[in-house]
């Protein structure tokens, strides 16, 4: 019998993992269904919050080595190309460092260091079922069994154990789709988030690996659904058809993208029950989130270390994450139409109000989400 099985190879799995190696776990599996562990074709934007965890577990010198670190959050009109607004963020210290890295670079370092930590990573495994209980039992699809005094069910969206916690899933299309991709930096891309809006649509850019590449993010509100999920690669030309009211450098980018993925946006629940018998839920698999706020994968780490700190207490596990992440993800859910402001006078109020605050009190933007980015993790007693 294994001390902690953890359920899926992504950053939340990689994280939690490490950290319970770091709190004395006997023994951790990782079972991943994959071949090989790798992430492709996204960027991620690490907060401070998130960077915290990764520094508590002694990766900060290895993960700025494959980042970027972020100087500004510039809010721009896309259909003139000109800044309305921005937030200096790069003034704020290490301590509230914002960085950007390539989602693989990510997953890579992550599941180096658990290696090395005594961490041992199966990979082809695919899980069918898991059985609260003590122990509690992993089912593979092979129909081999696997039993741990713990569980970690890291396996993302579409989980295995949240439907066995809390049953079916009723998650609603929100009327928006979303294109992913990575396009070479042909724009002279500085270290800064761009967040081009538009009527019924906006664009996030930003640099990756040491501004070689950018990571694009383009979001519409459309009738149509698309399937929900990370896999599903669309013609480019419809992209640049969504977008053709764009100018400027945010045009320059999105005639550089040929391959990008689309998937529907979905609002998901924040489950009600994370655990049971020695099973918990972490990252996706108990509170999937729009990428609005770019907190998929700092709340992923932030439940990795207060899920091992917790040292088997599930129950404070939860009661430490939840209320926090149905404040991440309301206000994810809010950020949208900030973004899609259709009517062409009252954008224009918009942004002219979002400039004079910008240029007069600039510490109104930056600070506005301080409960957010200052919150530290590591330091919860």
Do not use: C
Request: charged share 20%; proline share 4%.
């Amino acid at each position: 019998m294994e001390d902690t099985i953890v359920v899926g190879g992504g950053i939340g799995g990689l994280a939690v993992s490490l950290a319970l190696r770091a709190r004395g776990a006997s023994s951790v599996v990782v079972l991943e269904q994959a071949d090989a562990i790798r992430e492709v074709g996204a960027g991620l934007q690490i907060s401070p919050n998130g960077l915290r965890v990764l520094e508590a577990l002694g990766l900060a010198e290895r993960f700025r080595a494959i980042s970027v670190r972020a100087e500004a959050v510039s809010l721009r009109d896309g259909l003139s190309g000109r800044e309305v607004t921005r937030l200096d963020v790069g003034g704020l210290g290490d301590q509230q460092s914002y960085r950007f890295v390539h989602r693989a670079d990510l997953v890579e370092l992550l599941a180096n260091a658990a290696r090395e930590a005594g961490v041992e990573i199966r990979l082809s495994q695919k899980v069918a079922q898991i059985e609260p209980g003590t122990p509690s039992r992993v089912i593979l699809q092979d129909g081999a069994e696997m039993t741990a005094s713990q569980v970690v069910a890291a396996d993302g969206l579409h989980s295995v154990a949240r439907p066995v916690l809390n049953g079916p899933a009723q998650p609603f299309f929100t009327g928006q789709v979303a294109w992913r991709a990575v396009v070479p930096n042909v724009v002279d891309h500085p270290a800064q988030a761009w967040v081009h809006m538009g009527p019924k649509r906006h664009m996030v850019s930003y640099p990756l690996r040491d501004g070689q590449f950018v990571n694009l993010v383009a979001v519409e509100e459309r009738r149509e659904w698309a399937e929900e999920g990370w896999a599903h690669t669309d013609d480019a030309a419809n992209l640049r058809h969504a977008f053709r009211m764009f100018t400027g450098k945010a045009r320059g980018l999105l005639d550089a993208v040929e391959a990008p993925g689309l998937w529907g946006l979905f609002r998901h629940p924040v489950a009600a029950r994370w655990h049971d018998h020695g099973v918990a839920l972490l990252g996706d698999a108990a509170h999937p989130t729009l990428p609005f706020l770019a907190q998929g994968a700092n709340m992923a780490l932030e439940d990795a270390w207060t899920l091992a700190a917790a040292d088997g207490d599930l129950a404070r596990y939860q009661q430490l994450r939840r209320a926090r992440v149905v404040k991440v993800i309301e206000a994810a859910n809010g950020n949208a139409w900030k973004y899609h402001l259709s009517d062409p006078v009252v954008r224009g109020v918009a942004h002219l109000g979002l400039g004079m605050i910008g240029r007069l009190a600039p510490d109104r933007l930056l600070h506005q989400f301080d409960w957010l980015y200052q919150h530290d993790v590591t330091q919860q007693r």
